[in-house]
């Protein structure tokens, strides 16, 4: 049971447009959320997060959308730049007790942008 | 400035033999995980620690083993390995489950 879904497994777009990046989730308890890019033989590299309570996050040309009634939340990166091209994994955190904390990773998207 | 470091960074092994993938960190984090990354599958968690001394499983425990006997290192391993665990494995760290720093991954080969 995939609680973290990225529908789309790739999205190109042209260099200065938005790139606009899809997650949803099953988990209503999940209480936080994080983006993260991977380079081809790199280990994931954090992006942006966005707590629960909040609807938006803005970090540079990174901002991260959360709409907890429809479970979904969305990465745009504006203006998109042939360096961003990458997988970008959607995450969740899931706290189920203690010191217990969990992430749960969708399947990655991968953006490509063209020059 | 090392943060996550993954030891070693490419293994081929024989169905069969076993393994131990190290990970250290020098972040002081609490948390770290192992995940396994496989084509169309995403980064999924094998077992992971709050914090030296405690290890739990996550969501594909099986043919794996871990140990945390100290703070800075989360040691992977596979007792009997099988060519379905040929995949990319990260180790990560955390604070508390936040923005955790992943390795650089060990591409692993059964044969």
């Known amino acids: 049971d995939q609680q973290v879904k990225q529908n789309s497994p790739s999205l190109s777009v042209q260099e200065g447009r938005i790139s606009i990046l899809n997650c949803d989730y099953t988990n209503s308890m999940f209480d936080y959320f994080l983006w993260y890019k991977k380079y081809p033989a790199e280990g994931p590299t954090f992006l942006i997060s966005?707590?629960?309570?909040?609807d938006k996050n803005e970090d540079g040309r990174f901002t991260v959308f959360l709409n907890k009634s429809a479970k979904h939340l969305s990465l745009h990166i504006v203006p998109s730049q042939p360096g961003d091209s990458a997988v970008y994994f959607c995450a969740a955190r899931f706290y189920s007790g203690g010191s217990n904390y969990k992430l749960t990773f969708g399947k990655g998207t991968l953006l490509t942008v063209n020059p | 400035n090392a943060g996550v470091t993954q030891t070693p960074k490419f293994r081929v092994l024989k169905t069969g033999q076993s393994m131990t993938l190290l990970c250290a960190q020098d972040m002081n984090h609490e948390y770290m995980y192992w995940y396994r990354q496989d084509p169309g599958m995403g980064l999924r968690l094998i077992h992971y620690?709050?914090?030296?001394?405690?290890?739990a499983k996550g969501e594909v425990p099986d043919g794996y083993n871990v140990s945390r006997l100290k703070k800075q290192n989360f040691l992977l391993g596979l007792e009997s390995a099988a060519p379905s665990q040929t995949s990319v494995y990260f180790c990560?760290?955390?604070?508390?489950?936040?923005?955790?720093?992943f390795g650089q991954g060990t591409r692993l080969t059964v044969v």
């Open positions: 620690s709050v914090g030296e001394g405690t290890t």
């Open positions: 966005i707590s629960s309570i909040k």
């Open positions: 990560a760290s955390s604070r508390r489950s936040t923005e955790a720093f």
